[in-house]
DNA sequence: GTTAGCACTTGAAAAAGAATAGTGCTAGGA
DNA sequence: TCCTAGCACTATTCTTTTTCAAGTGCTAAC
């Protein structure tokens, strides 16, 4: 167990290394611990020693190890309020009536990044917990139409597809016999029960049945786990950690990674932290996420940003969004 | 006007300084030139004198200038075959039969994206020539619903909104009213159109038209000059001249202003090629560029890089994007 | 337990030196 | 008149050296 001072000292240095960038010195806490630079070193040693403090060098000042920035959010970061300014911005969209959820909450990550400079990901429920809603087919010019396709979370996609020499009636049918039949079905199954549950019926209904079948079946293979959404990935080109092109390229690599959306999963109910090694996207960033679940939806919503990261602010930013978020449903 | 080989000259420099982004050496092309290297570098002396060569100190090799690499474009460079490989690339997406052409659009421009390496922006037609098509509602939970706006030239855009307290009849009745009065209306008309004759009109037959109202004035008001498509912006940081996070900052912001829509017009019907301070984006690179148009869209495809750029590549894959589109409305 | 003092370490910045790549110029030859 | 071999000259880059400042660790005294 800590000390009372070293606690003190500890949340000093991660405080002001995460307000610097620098390795912090005994000589610039001493003051406010009220003793000398030298017993503030022996106590750097102490926590050294323990495994919370790092070196870059022999004679530098120290940084938080991860272990160090661990125990300070463990133990030593306290909930903060809500500073007004930043308040002030988020509630200009959250007091826009007509913004769904979703748009909500992009838009407050879009200000989030821009305000901390750090990268937001939201992440919307899984495509396979989608279930198709509606489709519907809108003609724009000759053989040009778009397809539509809205599920029951309110995620939208839609493709433009080419049906050359088909006619509107044969198109329309085939659109409501599968919103007859399979709305309701989880999208990832779509496609399965496309082949055999529609395939057959649209083949005794439909001429040029082929052609119209295949459109459709491209359309739904298509129509991934395009439910992700990367905000302020360029703000990490502000970041003193990625100050060279080449780390910025491996974490952008990382950030578009196809497989992110398993990155970002979570066990937790509230918010939680993982720093450097604890994530799994870079072992240089800290996540910062938490699950959301309103009434109509659910997802995640993910901050990514250096180890050194402004850990109480993030939270409490996150914790504002998420209580506006879900409590939206019931206030209008 | 230059003599056969100071053409000769011009070009191999141009070439092999986009070959290796090194300046080029005397030594490096006087076998090519059958002559000694002291002849090529008087020869080079001259070009310099005419503004077509730069050094970038006393004694290094040559690298273009800009008027080089004007005079090459202009003078020396000559249409080439696409290769075999990159044509291979392209015609799978091409040859896709339900693909419709702005999906194939991006797909090929990724494609090129990630074989050249430079950024690539796909400008659809600007909103004020998209004339609205139709609008729709889908409800999805409760107050929760998606508005669907589809223009003519199949420029899709969603919005969720939520609308506590509001019957979907209501609803109903304001989309029809909206569908019925203001289809055909160029997108940036139809918020003031929205106010002058349909806000009066709403407000005789519908409840709650205040709140209705306003949700979709905001949805039009939000409908902005989005048609615009930014690919493998990432691809700046593999540019050697891009190797500080300072100059990747500045073009990135460069690319993601809002008014880079108004920085990419040509008044060419073909392809234009604008090096260095020709283009409005930033003056070091280069930005090659072609309208398109087909039956069904028309808009601009335009290729950053930097300004030691592959010109006669990108000029042929170009070529072969615009003609492959353009075709495709008499094909399939 | 705390602190002043001092030797010591290290990195970062500046300066100096060596190596290299390439030019410009000159003078002699086809 | 044009071409080319040869050589002096110049920047750049890469190393090495020097200097400087920032901080630590340790010791001895309070």
Redesign the interface.
């Known amino acids: 167990m800590l000390t009372e001072r070293q606690n003190e000292i500890l949340k000093l240095i991660v405080l002001e290394y995460i307000k610097l960038a620098h390795p912090v010195s005994s000589n610039l806490i001493c003051d406010t611990i009220h003793c000398s630079s030298a017993t503030v070193r022996s106590e750097m040693a102490s926590l050294e020693e323990m495994g919370l403090l790092e070196k870059t060098h022999t004679s530098s000042g120290r940084i938080p190890s991860e272990k160090g920035y661990r125990y300070y959010v463990d133990h030593l970061m306290k909930a903060k309020e809500i500073t007004g300014e930043d308040m002030l911005k988020l509630q200009t969209v959250f007091q826009n009536?007509?913004?769904?959820?979703?748009?909500c909450l992009t838009q407050s990550l879009e200000l989030i990044s821009d305000m901390t400079s750090y990268t937001s990901i939201v992440l919307g429920k899984k495509s396979h917990e989608n279930k198709l809603?509606?489709i519907?087919v809108?003609p724009?010019?000759?053989s040009?139409m778009?397809v539509?396709v809205?599920t029951?979370?309110?995620h939208?996609e839609?493709?433009?597809?080419?049906l050359?020499n088909i006619s509107q009636e044969e198109i329309k049918k085939t659109v409501s016999l599968i919103n007859d039949l399979i709305v309701g079905t989880p999208i990832d199954e779509v496609s399965s029960k496309l082949e055999f549950e529609i395939k057959p019926i649209i083949s005794r209904y439909v001429k040029e049945h082929e052609l119209i079948y295949?459109?459709f079946y491209?359309v739904f293979r298509d129509f991934t786990n395009k439910n992700i959404n990367i905000v302020g990935k360029?703000h990490i080109?502000?970041q003193p950690e990625?100050?060279?092109?080449d780390k910025?390229?491996d974490l952008?690599s990382k950030i578009?990674d196809k497989h992110l959306v398993d990155k970002i999963e979570s066990d937790n109910q509230n918010i939680s932290i993982y720093i450097g090694k604890e994530n799994k996207i870079d072992n240089d960033v800290t996540v910062i996420q938490t699950p959301y679940k309103t009434?109509?939806e659910e997802g995640t919503i993910a901050i990514v940003g250096p180890k050194r990261m402004d850990y109480d602010r993030v939270v409490t930013l996150l914790e504002y969004i998420k209580e506006n978020i879900e409590e939206?449903k019931e206030g209008?």
């Open positions: 009536q007509n913004l769904a959820l979703s748009e809603k509606e519907s809108v724009i010019k000759d040009h778009i539509i809205i029951d979370q309110g939208v839609h493709k433009d597809v080419e050359p295949n459109t491209n360029d080109l502000e990625f100050n060279s092109i910025v390229k952008f578009d009434e109509s939206k209008e």
